[in-house]
DNA sequence: CGAATTTGACCCGCGC
DNA sequence: GCGCGGGTCAAATTCG
């Protein structure tokens, strides 16, 4: 980070501060993968249904997406496709600490629902990468390859935590490329990008304009490395106190879903990377595409 | 000086 | 074709 350190936690813009927050944990993945050429597309709708709230756009899924009480709703089974590296980072943690998720909710935001076309500077991105996107020259790399290829769009996976600060510790090193405002809402979306020049693993992070105390993240692509290790204890402190929190229903009775099983305590603490977690207790390992795993 | 953030410009897809 | 909105780039800036 800029004047360093995004991994201590006195991070200049309070970036890697280490986060006080509860996580709300809330996925809505929607990903989408596309093969090339003709390829169809095929898209995979993942959410963990719970009892605070729904708002689910209903083009956003393209699916019907009934409350089945707390549980895991899987609008596609292509379950062998779960798996998550991403989300690791963020529960792990907590699943060292079951108590982290007292708060646990589910959020379904339009916002992190968004459409194909939000996809594909990701894609764009990944083939052209380091090519000027808008190098208007003639053969403009970017624009030949981006128009010649199939766009595809990585995997998704959003979750909402409830935090202080927007960007949260997750066990990988992200910088930050660029900002936006966001229709509708007072608060800007936050684009990140692995450091790892190879990794292309994206994700981006906007306050809810619902419950200002929400932060949705949306990770997309999958990680190609380890992460550098989860931060020191401490990332994720069990929110008691907030409107929302009432609302929220006990992560361990009504979100403890047989496809969610967290990771034993301590599992945490043994550094690592998302895998030691994935396993067949792994949190998000059943939810998230092994491609994402690290 | 290097690394990371800021931020305006640019690109692209989409709807009208 | 045009405008809008989302996403990305990259020069400038900042800071340890």
């Not at 301590?266 to 792994?282: E, M, R, V």
């Amino acid at each position: 980070m800029r004047g360093g350190g995004g991994w201590v936690e006195t991070g200049r813009r309070g970036w890697w501060r280490r986060p006080t927050c509860s996580i709300l944990f809330t996925a809505q993945p929607s990903f989408e993968i596309a093969g090339d050429a003709s390829d169809d597309v095929i898209n995979h709708d993942y959410f963990f249904a719970g009892e605070y709230k729904w708002n689910i756009p209903a083009e956003s899924s393209g699916g019907a997406y009934g409350c089945d009480d707390g549980g895991f709703v899987d609008l596609d089974p292509i379950e062998s496709d779960l798996a998550g590296s991403r989300a690791d980072g963020y529960l792990s943690p907590a699943s060292s600490a079951p108590r982290s998720f007292d708060d646990v909710s589910t959020i379904i935001e339009p916002t992190v629902a968004s459409p194909s076309s939000s996809e594909d500077p990701s894609e764009k991105s990944t083939v052209t990468d380091g090519a000027a996107a808008d190098t208007p020259s003639s053969e403009t790399p970017s624009k030949a390859k981006t128009k010649g290829q199939k766009r595809v769009r990585q995997q998704r996976f959003a979750f909402v935590t409830k935090s202080e600060v927007d960007h949260l510790e997750d066990g990988y090193r992200w910088r930050k490329y660029g900002q936006k405002a966001v229709k509708n809402s007072p608060f800007p979306r936050s684009y990140y990008r692995c450091t790892n020049s190879k990794c292309m693993v994206k994700k981006r992070v906007e306050r809810s304009c619902d419950d200002p105390s929400v932060v949705i993240t949306t990770y997309e692509g999958q990680h190609s490395h380890h992460s550098v290790g989860f931060p020191r204890g401490g990332l994720i402190i069990p929110y008691q106190e907030s409107a929302f929190a009432r609302h929220v229903t006990p992560f361990d009775s009504q979100f403890y879903h047989p496809r969610l099983q967290f990771p034993q305590q301590n599992s945490l603490h043994n550094t690592q990377s998302p895998q030691n977690i994935q396993g067949k207790d792994g949190l998000l390992g059943d939810i998230v595409p092994p491609g994402m795993r690290n």
